[in-house]
């Protein structure tokens, strides 16, 4: 499966410098780096996470396009790779079909309940992790909205006036404390600020989805 391209941000100080992929927006920090401009405080961050992103810059535009390409043709993820690697020494599970071995431990009482459900332990156990994951899948994407906002506050705008009330207010689900507590921050943390709160505010944590 071909891994979802990376979209981030980039920031220099307070002030937002480029957004998008991140082989565009790793040229524009290298331009900007190679300036006028105060590089010690460019930061790239993940859009969906707000996790920095660290980038080898050295070298020519060309150089950090090759070692972007070599990076993105390499990229595995760590849990299939492990996977793989579990499948090859124990020689268990249907790989080909998605399914993987692993050791799992439970008390007799739980084995007996469970053989004794229709299609065995495993067909059992795949439907209780799927029911409990649909049931909080909209709490799961909502604590990750925050965290991703929080994680960009606490990065760019930890030391802006309002910062721990914008906090209290984001984990409150309180868009119009939010909103106060940003609306003097410097246009492009305030706007990418809400942009990731909103995330937050908006998702539905019935579970229904």
């Known amino acids: 499966m071909t891994a979802q391209p990376i979209i981030c941000t980039a920031f220099m100080g307070h002030r937002r ?57 390499s990229d595995s993820p760590p849990s299939a790779q492990a996977n793989e690697e579990t499948q090859t020494a124990r020689g268990r599970g249907r790989p080909k079909l998605g399914v993987v071995a692993r050791e799992v431990t439970l008390l007799p009482r739980h084995w007996e309940w469970l053989n004794d459900q229709p299609g065995g332990a495993s067909v059992a156990l795949r439907k209780l992790v799927d029911a409990a994951r649909n049931a909080s899948e909209g709490k799961d994407r909502k604590r990750q909205a925050q965290e991703a906002a929080y994680r960009f506050m606490t990065a760019i705008a930890g030391d802006l006036a309002g910062y721990e009330e914008a906090t209290r207010a984001l984990y409150a689900n309180d868009v119009a404390r939010f909103d106060a507590m940003t609306a003097a921050w410097p246009e492009d943390v305030r706007d990418h600020a809400r942009m990731l709160a909103q995330r937050a505010f908006t998702t539905d944590t019935s579970g229904s989805a």
């Open 17 to 73: 410098i480029a957004s998008g992929s991140l082989k565009a927006v790793a040229l524009v920090v290298k331009a900007a780096m190679e300036g006028d401009d105060d590089s010690s405080s460019a930061l790239i961050f993940d859009d969906l996470t707000s996790r920095p992103i660290e980038l080898d810059l050295r070298g020519s535009a060309a150089d950090v396009l090759a070692r972007l390409a070599d990076q993105e043709g």
